[in-house]
T-cell receptor, first 111, second 113 residues
Framework: AQSVSQHNHHVILSEAASLELGCNYSYGGTVNLFWYVQYPGQHLQLLLKYFSGDPLVKGIKGFEAEFIKSKFSFNLRKPSVQWSDTAEYFC?????????FGRGTSLIVHP | KAGVTQTPRYLIKTRGQQVTLSCSPISGHRSVSWYQQTPGQGLQFLFEYFSETQRNKGNFPGRFSGRQFSNSRSEMNVSTLELGDSALYLCASALDRGGQPQHFGDGTRLSIL
């Protein structure tokens, strides 16, 4: 069975601070990895995805994530956050067709 | 291009009743998945439909069922509602199976009294 663990449940930052959200997964085979974001009052939307190739993937709004196979990790990063990045972030893995989501990280960015 | 549409947006039911939720996927998307989102459990996968067949099922009781029509629209049914079924039910569509990125609807907020 696959599982996803997001270590940070709540993160509070000031604007311009750097962000890194941890995501670890467990699955024995090849996986597709995703980060989704849910802005207040909006639906979940895809931030970025990794299927294969370059382990450093870039998404929308300046976000990027690095797949480290040996660590089973897919951490999300942004060098300088903005107030508009306030949202809930979900890491997801899909290895066996059944997607599994992490519990989510609530990010609050103070202006 | 219209997004994933879920109806109704809000529902209030009482214990023991049943409910049907509807989802219209993005045009051209053939895979439709359903999730239950609660503050305590996060997003939990219910089931996936593709070509009118249930392809995968999460760990939920048989009271939760669904179906998909030939136009890819999907419905989810919950029978004998329990207080614990109160949640946001999300529908997501994808072009195909195989772990493709999913496009989510706004969800149906179900409250059980």
């Amino acid at each position: 069975a696959q599982s996803v663990s997001q270590h940070n449940h709540h993160v509070i930052l000031s604007e311009a601070a750097s962000l890194e959200l941890g995501c670890n997964y467990s699955y024995g085979g090849t996986v597709n990895l995703f980060w989704y974001v849910q802005y207040p009052g909006q639906h979940l939307q895809l931030l970025l995805k990794y299927f294969s190739g370059d382990p450093l993937v870039k998404g929308i709004k300046g976000f990027e994530a690095e797949f480290i196979k040996s660590k089973f990790s897919f951490n999300l990063r942004k060098p300088s956050v903005q107030w508009s990045d306030t949202a809930e972030y979900f890491c997801a893995v899909s290895g066996s067709y059944i997607p599994t989501f992490g519990r989510g990280t609530s990010l609050i960015v103070h202006p | 291009k219209a997004g994933v549409t879920q109806t109704p947006r809000y529902l209030i039911k009482t214990r023991g009743q049943q409910v049907t939720l509807s989802c219209s996927p993005i045009s051209g998307h053939r895979s439709v998945s359903w999730y239950q989102q609660t503050p305590g459990q996060g997003l939990q996968f219910l089931f996936e439909y593709f070509s009118e067949t249930q392809r995968n099922k999460g760990n939920f009781p048989g009271r939760f069922s669904g179906r998909q029509f030939s136009n890819s629209r999907s419905e989810m049914n919950v029978s004998t509602l329990e207080l614990g079924d109160s949640a946001l039910y999300l529908c997501a569509s994808a072009l195909d199976r195989g772990g493709q990125p999913q496009h989510f609807g706004d969800g149906t907020r179900l409250s059980i009294l």
